[in-house]
Every structure is written in C-alpha cells, then in structure tokens.
C-alpha cells in the first residue's frame, strides 16, 4: 500500500465515522426533542395530579375527623348501655326483694 492509497482509505474511514458520528446525533436529537405540546400536556397533567392528591388529603381528614365523633358517639352509647343495665340489674334486685317481702308479709 503506497502513501496515495493510505491516504485515500484512511479519507474514506474518517468520512465514514463522521457520517456515522452525524446519524447518532440526529437520532439521539430526534427521540430527545419535546414539543411545546407535550410539555403543555405534562404540566396540565402534574396540575392535576396536584389537585387529585389535595382533594385525597381532604377526604382522608374529613375521613379521619368522622371517625373520631363516631368512635365518640360509640363510646358514650356503651357507657349509656352500661348506666343502663346496672339500673336494670338494681331494679330487678330492688323488685325481687319486694315480692319476697310482700310474699313474707301475706304468708305470715
């Protein structure tokens, strides 16, 4: 190989790398451009999964606070139930030892 055809195929290497070289930027510019749609569609999107996850906070609050005054309400409800029932259990005390009384009083 003498020194003109060194020349040439070393041109000719060079020349394919650059063309090589230009293809990769034009395909990595090409799958990396954004229109400005795109970006309008992303940011409407980012808008509203801001709002979704305010109006989530505001149904777990809302959620948690309803909770709360009916874990309340069961609370006084039982205590009530309880108040209830140990009034019953004296009253039906109280009833048994009146009939014993009148049953005494009749049979003496």
């Given amino acids: 190989m003498n020194r003109g055809e060194f ?18 930027h034009w395909l990595v510019h090409r799958f990396r451009r954004v229109s400005q ?7 409407r999107m ?7 996850e305010e109006t989530r906070d505001q149904a777990i609050t809302y959620l ?10 069961l609370v006084q409800t039982e205590a009530e139930l309880r108040a ?14 009146m009939r014993t009384y009148v049953e005494r009083m009749n049979g003496a």
Avoid: K, P, Y
């Fill in 7 to 24: 020349i040439v195929v070393t041109a000719i290497i060079l020349f394919v790398a650059f063309c090589l070289g230009w293809f990769a």
């Fill in 64 to 73: 948690q606070q309803r909770e709360a005054e009916l874990t309340n309400q």
């Fill in 46 to 52: 980012s808008q509203e999964l801001h709002e979704a």
């Fill in 84 to 97: 209830a029932m140990d009034g019953l259990r004296e009253a039906r005390t109280e009833a048994e030892e």
């Fill in 37 to 43: 749609a795109d970006v309008d569609q992303l940011e």
